[in-house]
């Protein structure tokens, strides 16, 4: 059985807008209710980004966003506090190797230092699991 994984802010936003749900996204919430799920120091900062991009272009309303906040407050997700000299070198070259953002780096950094698998929709991640060996996530 699995212990954790490693959540991709794509799977996480697809919960929040209807016409982006998909059956993976869906398994992994699902899965939430036997698993931790892990991500990088920055994902609360992608999430507030999509919101509030999402609240300018009318795709949300600000209490739709609030009401999403409560909803991932309410998950397993364990944020990392600490980002190391060590690991954004780490980070870093990941990005250079797999042309990665160093944003999306940083969830494929995590995967590999916790030794869990990645849950993503990003095709760019997903290349990068095969590069780097990182197991794919799905459902326990």
């Known amino acids: 059985m699995q212990h954790g994984v490693v959540i991709d802010n794509s799977v996480v936003m ?71 000299e060590k690991m954004i070198m780490n980070i870093f070259m990941l990005a250079r190797e797999a042309q990665l953002s160093t944003y999306d780096a940083s969830y494929l950094e995590l995967a590999i230092r916790k030794n869990l698998p990645l849950a993503t929709l990003d095709n760019a991640l997903l290349r990068a699991t095969k590069k780097f060996n990182i197991e794919i996530y799905k459902k326990a």
């Open 14 to 84: 697809s919960w929040c807008f209807a016409d982006e749900a998909n059956q993976y996204a869906d398994d992994v919430l699902e899965s939430l209710k036997y698993v931790r799920a892990f991500v990088p120091i920055i994902w609360p900062l992608e999430v507030g980004n999509v919101l509030v991009v999402a609240e300018r272009r009318g795709r949300l309303r600000y209490n739709d966003s609030i009401r999403f906040w409560e909803l991932l407050s309410e998950l397993p997700i364990d944020i990392e506090q600490q980002l190391s």
